[in-house]
C-alpha cells in the first residue's frame, strides 16, 4: 500500500514565521505534488516536483516555495507565513506515467496562521 | 472540475449498496474516470479509476456505460465510515494534477 505522510496535522503559527510543511513517501513515485484545498475553491496546486531538485510551479506559488533534495521527501516552505496562508495543505505522489497512474494523497496538514 | 457532473447530495441506508452517478459526456478516447473519496478533515483518499472496462476492487465498483458518457460508483454495502464527499474526476494525459469538483456528499444514516 502507497504510504503519503506529513509531518504535522494541525500547525498554527505567527504571521512572519518561516513555515516548514514536509511530506516523504515510500513508494519511489517519481512526481509529488503540494496542493491547498479551501472552501469553495476546490483543490489548488502549490508547486510540483517531478524528480530530485526539479520543480514547477502551480496555479499559486506566490509565498511558497519547496525543496526537493531526496526522491522519497518533498518539503513546502512558507517564507512569511501570512493569514491568508490559513488553509487545508495536502501533499500527494504519483509515478510518472500519464493519468493511468493513481496519484496518492497525504492526511493533510491543517495551517492556521494567527 | 467542469468534465463531470455529479448530484450536490445523497442518503444511503447502512448496509445497502450506495450508486454514485457521474456524468462526463465531453469525455474522449484516452481519459480516465477516477473516483476518490474525502471524509471531513483528512486527505483525499484513492478508490477506484477505470477506462472504459468495469473495475472492482476490495473498495468499490466502477460501471462505465459503454459511450463512456456516464458512470456509477458502486459501494456494496455501505457502513457509516464510508459518510464522505466522493469526487468523480476525468483525467487525460495533460492532466498531471487533480482537479476536484464540488463532488457529492454521501450521507450514511444508520
Known amino acids: 500500500d502507497v504510504k503519503v505522510t506529513q509531518s504535522s496535522r494541525y500547525l498554527v503559527k505567527r504571521t512572519g514565521e518561516k513555515v516548514f510543511l514536509e511530506c516523504v513517501q515510500d513508494m519511489d513515485h517519481e512526481n509529488m505534488f503540494w496542493y491547498r484545498q479551501d472552501p469553495g475553491l476546490g483543490l489548488r496546486l502549490i508547486y510540483f516536483?517531478?524528480?530530485?531538485?526539479?520543480?514547477e510551479k502551480g496555479d499559486i506559488p506566490e509565498g511558497y516555495s519547496v525543496s526537493r533534495e531526496k526522491k522519497e521527501r518533498f518539503s513546502l516552505i512558507l517564507e512569511s507565513a501570512s493569514t491568508n496562508q490559513t488553509s487545508m495543505y495536502l501533499c500527494?505522489?504519483?509515478?510518472?506515467?500519464?493519468?493511468?497512474?493513481?496519484?496518492?494523497f497525504g492526511p493533510g496538514t491543517r495551517l492556521l496562521v494567527l | 472540475d467542469a468534465k463531470t457532473t455529479q448530484p450536490p447530495s445523497m442518503d444511503c441506508a447502512e448496509g445497502r449498496a450506495a450508486n454514485l452517478p457521474c456524468n462526463h459526456s465531453?469525455?474522449?478516447?484516452?481519459?480516465?474516470v477516477y473516483w476518490y473519496r474525502q471524509i471531513h478533515s483528512q486527505g483525499p483518499q484513492y478508490i477506484i479509476h477505470g477506462l472504459k472496462n468495469n473495475e472492482t476492487n476490495e473498495m468499490a465498483s466502477l460501471i462505465i456505460t459503454e459511450d463512456r458518457k456516464s458512470s456509477t460508483l458502486i459501494l456494496p454495502h455501505a457502513t457509516l465510515r464510508d459518510t464522505a464527499v466522493y469526487y468523480c474526476?476525468?483525467?487525460?494525459?495533460?492532466?498531471?494534477?487533480?482537479?476536484f469538483g464540488a463532488g457529492t456528499t454521501v450521507t450514511v444514516r444508520a
Open positions: 500527494a505522489s504519483d509515478r510518472a506515467g500519464g493519468p493511468r497512474e493513481t496519484q496518492y
Open positions: 516536483s517531478y524528480d530530485v531538485k526539479m520543480k
Open positions: 465531453t469525455i474522449s478516447g484516452n481519459e480516465y
Open positions: 474526476i476525468v483525467r487525460d494525459s495533460n492532466d498531471y494534477k487533480l482537479s
